[in-house]
Nanobody, 115 residues
Framework: QVQLVESGGGLVQPGGSLRLSCAASGSFFSIYTMGWYRQAPGKQRELVAGITVGGSTNYVDSVKGRFTISRDNAKNTVYLQMNSLKPEDTAVYYC?????????WGQGIQVTVSS
């Protein structure tokens, strides 16, 4: 059983930065693959970045070189550092924890990139 709470979203100008945090409560945080997803109005939810138990990462092409996902198992927290933000990054961002047949989601947090 895992509970996820996102924080760090908000309104930023194009070219700005934000760091999203996802704090997890529960047991065995370190065994979960963690990911950040996003969903813009009228669009499908997409995987933005993922990080495995072993620390391997992957990113959707549109954010490569700009976003960095990391995890701190001691703090039961996963982060998404978002740099050089673009208006098309505007979406609700969701934290996800996945292990075998189990998948957990945070409530989502708004990120808006606008002048």
């Amino acid at each position: 059983q895992v509970q996820l709470v996102e924080s760090g979203g908000g309104l930023v100008q194009p070219g700005g930065s934000l760091r999203l945090s996802c704090a997890a409560s529960g047991s065995f945080f370190s065994i979960y693959t963690m990911g950040w997803y996003r969903q813009a109005p009228g669009k499908q939810r997409e995987l933005v970045a993922g990080i495995t138990v072993g620390g391997s990462t992957n990113y959707v092409d549109s954010v490569k070189g700009r976003f960095t996902i990391s995890r701190d198992n001691a703090k039961n927290t996963v982060y998404l550092q978002m740099n050089s933000l673009k208006p098309e990054d505007t979406a609700v961002y969701y934290c996800n924890a996945d292990w075998k047949r189990n998948s957990y989601w945070g409530q989502g947090i708004q990120v808006t990139v606008s002048s």
